[in-house]
């Protein structure tokens, strides 16, 4: 599953919106996101304070609060975020894709641990297809984001900490 954060605003980004630290920078700014999730957290570590975090019981509701302006942002993974964009068909809303500054989780190919070269060799063809767009056009079609896929690798993914 493609657990990296998007934000869904209105069209144009009249606000400009990239990451969580320039809604928290505003201090009007309002967003929206499940309570207890992942967006929510990362909201507040940004430095949005509590009462302009919205706590959002479901993607309809959301996505309902956003049209109407009593939020000014939802927070939500890239698949939900893009589902919800897609039935609304509503051209008054933007999808931000990838949010600055926000963690990339991700999905991944295992190997037994003495398969060093076959791990090797799919890095170095999984770099390739990033590289030629050929990786893009096999995943967006599915709602992931491309960038945020090109924007790591396992080096960084499992770094030691």
Not at 40 to 47: K, N, Q, S, V, Y
Not at 84 to 90: E, G, H, P
Not at 97 to 119: I, N, S
């Amino acid at each position: 599953r493609d657990r990296h954060d998007h934000q869904k605003i209105l069209e144009g980004n009249p606000k400009g919106f990239k990451s969580y630290a320039d809604i928290a920078k505003d201090e009007k700014a309002t967003i929206g996101a499940p309570g207890g999730g992942t967006e929510e957290r990362l909201a507040l570590e940004a430095g949005v304070p509590r009462e302009r975090v919205i706590v959002v019981p479901d993607g309809q509701s959301g996505l309902k609060m956003l049209q109407d302006g009593r939020i000014d942002t939802y927070s939500l993974p890239v698949l939900s975020i893009n589902d919800l964009v897609k039935k609304a068909n509503d051209p008054n809303i933007e999808v931000i894709a990838p949010v600055q500054g926000a963690p990339v989780y991700c999905d991944g190919a295992a190997f037994r641990k003495g398969d060093t070269a076959l791990r090797d060799e799919f890095d170095k063809v999984l770099a390739e297809m990033k590289t030629s767009g050929e990786f893009a056009k096999i995943i967006e079609p599915y709602g992931f984001s491309a960038a945020a896929a090109i924007s790591t690798n396992r080096e960084k993914l499992c770094a030691a900490k």
